[in-house]
């Protein structure tokens, strides 16, 4: 394998790995929105223990996925900050370069932490709102025809992200969000199913 494809696999599976948790996603998530940040400040924001979010930074720098910044005396203990080096997603040429039994792995477990947040969130009323959507589209497409719908919906994330990012921009008090998800799936059947 020539050395450039090499390197690129080696750092899809790293950016994979730090994927593989959920808190690590979100970390990494905050961090590209948001800047620097110390794990401190990201435990308040997302509402994790301290000593979790420390552990996931942690990795996440042993990962190359974060560096440290600077330190700052606080309180007679030093504290870092940290910035993304790395986007909290993989695109569609990194995805397809991991091996497929690690797409399937991670794809069973996106999956099961939508189904327990869309169940929890069902259970809360969070599907009450008249905007909230749950739509099941089977569709019949040429290549060309999955390869525009592949586009719509990385550009569809990536619009989310940015409204996002704007939204917390307005945002006033720390409690005044909305709290969402979104969940996509688009994927290819067999022929007889």
């Not at 690129?8 to 599976?13: H, T």
Request: hydrophobic residues 35%.
């Amino acid at each position: 394998m020539p050395q450039s494809r090499t390197t690129s696999r080696q750092l899809d599976e790293r950016l994979a790995k730090a994927l593989s948790h959920p808190l690590r996603q979100r970390i990494l998530q905050r961090l590209n929105e948001g800047g620097v940040r110390s794990p401190n400040e990201l435990s308040r924001d997302l509402g994790d223990p301290l000593g979790n979010v420390s552990y996931h930074v942690r990795i996440l720098r042993e990962l190359d996925c974060v560096e440290l910044v600077r330190t700052e005396q606080r309180r007679g203990a030093l504290e870092h900050y940290y910035r993304a080096t790395a986007q909290p997603w993989l695109d569609d040429e990194q995805w397809a370069r991991l091996p497929a039994a690690f797409r399937r792995k991670q794809l069973g477990r996106t999956l099961s932490e939508l189904l327990e947040a869309s169940s929890e969130a069902s259970q809360e009323g969070g599907f009450d709102h008249p905007e909230a959507m749950v739509t099941h589209l089977p569709l019949e497409l040429d290549e060309q025809g999955w390869t525009d719908v592949v586009k719509l919906l990385n550009d569809t994330l990536e619009a989310a992200q940015k409204i996002q990012a704007e939204s917390q921009k307005r945002q006033g008090e720390p409690g005044a969000a909305i709290r969402t998800e979104l969940g996509v799936l688009h994927f290819r059947r067999t022929a007889s199913g």
